[in-house]
């Protein structure tokens, strides 16, 4: 390594601290991806040797600390009649709850509304906000080669890295929908999604987010399709703020429309601003 330059020694060092691999593997896998971090990274965490790296019996232990149950969110047993027998079962009983999950950022030192916890439960495939169970803690963890907490808090910054990928920010955002919605609910409490859209475009930028949640405060007050959180995305991704190649006949859902109205109607969106907006993209 002492033959590398000081840019590449710093990336060799940076990524056998994020991902406890060897100087061997580290040097391997940035060349393979002709020194992108972010590219050797996915490269590493793409190799089923990780997978293995991850001590069950550590995960289990790990698993077990934050099993506990909030007394306010836990839900009523179910009675189940079989035969003369009545067995009382609890759907939740090998849940991580809410406390278990305040818990988990207690001990790796971040907030529960830091955006990756949305990050880490991405990785677990979580299917509710506030829960994991024993499957998708398990095998998310063990995905990213994590069975301490002293590696998970080394991984926080390459979660937090992973936002800045185009594709898996995209694949985050969407699975925030599933992930935020109530159990058998197929729109978006409306309230929920300011929250998250608020919390997701802190990270990737777009102007208009504000004036947007405000837009459906006073205007819409409803829950929010799947459709309309997907077509958001693209709305943000391909419209410029101010709105200068927005296609009126194009196929945005009507929410949509009814925002590019308002903004209009409001004189919130000028031609002058382009140029300032744009650059702030």
């Not at 991850?54 to 790990?62: M, N, V, Y």
């Not at 409306?190 to 990737?204: C, N, P, S, Y």
Request: a negative charge.
């Amino acid at each position: 390594m002492n033959k590398l330059g000081v840019g590449r020694r710093d990336k060799v060092q940076q990524f056998m601290t994020i991902t406890g691999a060897s100087e061997k593997v580290a040097l391997q896998a940035l060349k393979v991806c002709d020194w992108s971090l972010e590219g050797a990274f996915d490269v590493f965490y793409s190799q089923s040797q990780v997978k293995s790296s991850a001590d069950t019996r550590r995960l289990e232990e790990l698993y077990n600390r934050y099993k506990v149950f909030s007394r306010t969110c836990r839900p009523t047993r179910v009675l189940l009649s079989i035969g003369n027998a009545v067995i009382k079962k609890d759907p939740y009983s090998d849940m991580i709850l809410a406390d278990g999950i305040s818990l988990l950022c207690n001990d790796i030192q971040v907030d529960p509304q830091d955006i990756v916890m949305l990050v880490l439960s991405w990785h677990m495939k979580a299917a509710t906000m506030c829960e994991f169970s024993k499957q998708e803690f398990i095998s998310g963890l063990q995905s990213l080669g994590i069975d301490s907490l002293e590696k998970l808090r080394e991984k926080l910054p390459f979660m937090r890295s992973e936002m800045r990928d185009e594709h898996k920010f995209r694949e985050i955002y969407n699975f925030a929908f599933s992930w935020a919605k109530e159990k058998g609910q197929k729109s978006l409490a409306l309230d929920t999604a300011i929250g998250m859209w608020q919390l997701l475009f802190a990270e990737k930028q777009w102007p208009l987010v504000d004036h947007w949640c405000q837009f459906l405060q006073a205007r819409h007050n409803k829950a929010i399709s799947r459709d309309t959180w997907s077509q958001l995305l693209e709305f943000a991704r391909n419209v410029d703020p101010a709105l200068s190649n927005y296609d009126a006949e194009g196929a945005w859902p009507y929410l949509i429309d009814e925002f590019v109205e308002y903004l209009t109607e409001n004189n919130i969106v000028q031609i002058g601003q382009m140029s300032d907006w744009s650059q702030k993209c």
